[in-house]
């Protein structure tokens, strides 16, 4: 039953757009027919990731006034835990928009890993696809002279691991406190994505580094359009000189 639904209703569903992609959008390279179903499935998403940004403007902006309320009870410790606790409460912000479209994400690279690792031969082509969409022949799957359905590939694995080191590394800029943690992410996380991408048909990366570019520009947008309260910077009091 359970794989009746997956192969009935999430991976030939998929397969089909892909190959209606492949033959009416990415001029029959399989690469950019990957590139544009990823570009399709943000746009669907695109509700999820208004408010998943919203709540993460909203997220920093609670952080900040709860830390401008601790610094006015800074002498009475139980009343700035009191402060900070109802200012997190009145403006509780809910990540389900952000892990549905995690989840939507991670469900869609489980399926194209599934199409590369059953292969896109002629016979079982014609088995999947629907009555709508034209056999597309032998499938091209050469990506600027790199084959998207071959795992080992240093280049793509590199630039996207690559790519996150920058979007991590500008994301912490911004931030006053520096330890030992963030550093220590800032360098294993995207070493492990390009060890595991390294391991996986190259696919993943395109895929990956697509969903990341285009999460950024929403990010950008979103600063642009719901800009973060900047922290008011307390001014130090002048010293009166002391009468002798």
């Not at 403006?91 to 896109?120: E, T």
């Not at 931030?175 to 696919?203: C, G, H």
């Amino acid at each position: 039953m359970l794989s009746y639904f997956w192969s009935t209703f999430l991976y030939q569903p998929l397969f089909n757009a892909l190959i209606w992609i492949y033959l009416n959008i990415a001029g029959r390279n399989l690469g950019w027919a990957v590139i544009w179903l990823t570009i399709f499935l943000r746009i669907l998403l695109l509700p999820l990731t208004i408010i998943s940004e919203r709540d993460a403007a909203k997220q920093k902006n609670v952080e900040a006034e709860a830390r401008h309320a601790a610094k006015a009870f800074k002498n009475d410790v139980v009343a700035q835990k009191e402060a900070i606790r109802r200012i997190m409460k009145k403006n509780m912000v809910s990540p389900w928009a952000k892990v549905m479209q995690l989840g939507l994400q991670l469900l869609v690279l489980i399926l194209l890993y599934q199409v590369f690792l059953r292969g896109i031969t002629g016979e079982r082509i014609v088995k999947l696809l629907y009555h709508g969409i034209d056999f597309p022949g032998k499938i091209n799957t050469n990506f600027y002279g790199f084959d998207i359905g071959q795992p080992h590939d240093t280049i793509w694995s590199g630039l996207t691991a690559l790519y996150l080191f920058f979007s991590i590394l500008i994301s912490k800029k911004s931030e006053s406190k520096r330890d030992q943690s963030r550093t220590t992410f800032l360098f294993i996380f995207p070493l492990f994505t390009f060890f595991a991408l390294w391991f996986l048909p190259m696919v993943k990366s395109l895929f990956i580094l697509t969903t990341m570019v285009f999460s950024d520009m929403i990010t950008i947008i979103r600063k642009v359009i719901m800009p973060e309260k900047e922290e008011k910077k307390e001014e130090p009091k002048p010293k009166t000189a002391k009468k002798s």
